[in-house]
């Protein structure tokens, strides 16, 4: 392992990340934080015509809920010069070389490549045109598109997820790397940048396997030393529908307009696919602990959209009181920690707590079906201080006064303090809402 390793996420600012986004990016934070490294966001921004500020903003927003906060931040439409030298030197070292067709001529080579039975890789018609040949294309007003030059052989790499990984660049077409309007693809960039930071890690989608291998290549004719690259299986929906920026309701923004914990969303961006259960944190750093490359399965990573509810659910019951003591303090209820240990079995979603601080400090309107028994179990409330025996000796003292158990004498106790007949355990809840409303409410009385 890196001394000190540096890893990266690099989404394109033209939408709104989505869970599967989110995949990507915590496995590159947290190998971070496990590793004593840092994490950088990266802006692939070259595409000037679709990429958006707000879009930035967004996937800022998203990264910061999630809690994984970048170390740094570089956009890619500030570093153009650094691309430019690099393709002047690809082109003087001739691995990047000017193509002069247009986008129909190609389509239609293509198909009868396949009508053949060929594979449709371009055949590098460009590399035979004379210097009076590209002169008079270029007087037709036509503008290139510099392609790189690959060499035809199996690049391979120890792939930190798949192991032993390689692929034939004798069966790939030579990737364009520069659009007739001189901006630049995905690729130069990427491999630039990686380099000129020192990226020593790459974790990213299964999906770009193939670009590895052409990246590999660029690094290697840039001079550059290579990082370790490892690529996970790819999040699908339940029936395997593969997910998209489209998919507004499994956008993170979504998910947290939604109510769902930021823990849940990462807990299963990153568990689903692997040998470990899904199962809730109570942090990222404990997730980091989790986060084992070789755990990550081959297969695609299936997961129920629904099951992040429940996921949510089950994690808001075992955070601890400083995981969420600001967030209570900015709802303005009661923030304390007997309180959120009281209520938080019962949450559904974390803005549920205004529902019970309610219950707590009032006023609420009492449920009360039999005046008779409320006035006799006022009559038999222990004195203050209450504590956790308060209930149970109440309650003792109702029935022995009364005659009623179970049901009988526990709801109409509930629906009274509480105006509900659910809720948290009363025992816990009885201390918070105190002996001066519980006596109120038996009476009838808004408190």
């Keep these: 392992m890196t001394a000190s390793p540096l890893l990266r996420f690099a989404p394109s600012p033209t939408g709104y990340l989505h869970i599967g986004n989110a995949r990507s990016a915590l496995f590159n934070g947290l190998f971070a934080r496990r590793h004593g490294g840092r994490f950088m966001l990266r802006y692939d921004d070259t595409d000037l015509a679709r990429s958006k500020p707000e879009f930035a903003e967004g996937i800022a927003e998203d990264l910061a809920w999630l809690g994984i906060v970048p170390d740094l931040v570089i956009s890619q439409s500030q570093r153009l010069p650094l691309y430019d030298e690099a393709a002047q030197r690809l082109r003087a070292s001739g691995r990047l070389y000017p193509c002069y067709e247009t986008a129909d001529e190609l389509d239609r080579r293509r198909k009868r490549q396949l009508a053949r039975g060929l594979p449709p890789v371009y055949d590098r018609a460009a590399l035979k045109l004379t210097d009076e040949d590209r002169a008079k294309l270029e007087a ?63 974790i990213r989608g299964e999906d770009h396997v193939t670009n590895t291998a052409v990246h590999i290549q660029i690094f290697e004719a840039l001079g550059a030393g290579l990082p370790a690259f490892g690529h996970h299986n790819l999040l699908t929906t339940a029936s395997g529908e593969g997910l998209s920026k489209r998919l507004g309701h499994l956008s993170l923004r979504g998910l947290r307009e939604a109510g769902i914990e930021p823990l849940a969303v990462a807990a299963l961006a990153i568990l689903t696919g692997s040998s470990d259960a899904v199962r809730p944190v109570a942090s990222l750093d404990e997730l980091a602990g ?118 009988a004498l526990f709801m109409p106790l509930r629906q009274a303090l509480t105006g509900q007949d659910h809720g948290p355990e009363l025992a816990a809840l009885l201390p918070l809402i105190g002996r001066d409303k519980a006596l109120k409410r038996l009476k009838r009385e808004n408190a």
């Design 140 to 202: 037709e007003g036509r503008k290139p598109h510099w392609r790189f030059l690959l060499e035809p052989r199996v690049v391979a790499w120890n792939d930190l997820i798949r192991g032993d990984a390689h692929v034939d660049c004798a069966s790939l077409s030579d990737q364009v790397l520069i659009r007739e309007d001189g901006s630049y693809l995905y690729h130069l960039p990427s491999v630039v940048d990686d380099a000129d930071t020192g990226i020593t890690h790459i």
């Design 290 to 407: 989790l986060v084992d490359l070789g755990h990550v399965s081959r297969a695609p990573a299936k997961f129920d959209e629904h099951d992040l509810e429940t996921l949510s659910a089950r994690t808001l019951h075992q955070l601890p009181h400083e995981a969420v003591a600001a967030r209570l303090a900015a709802l303005g209820v009661d923030a304390s920690e007997a309180f959120w240990l009281a209520i938080r079995g019962n949450l559904a979603k974390f803005d549920e707590v205004r529902i019970w601080d309610e219950v707590v400090r009032g006023p609420l309107s009492p449920v009360i079906a039999d005046p008779a028994f409320a006035a006799t179990a006022a009559s038999v409330l222990p004195p203050e201080p209450f504590d956790a025996t308060t209930w149970k000796a109440w309650t003792a003292a109702v029935q022995a006064a009364t005659g009623a158990k179970g049901k």
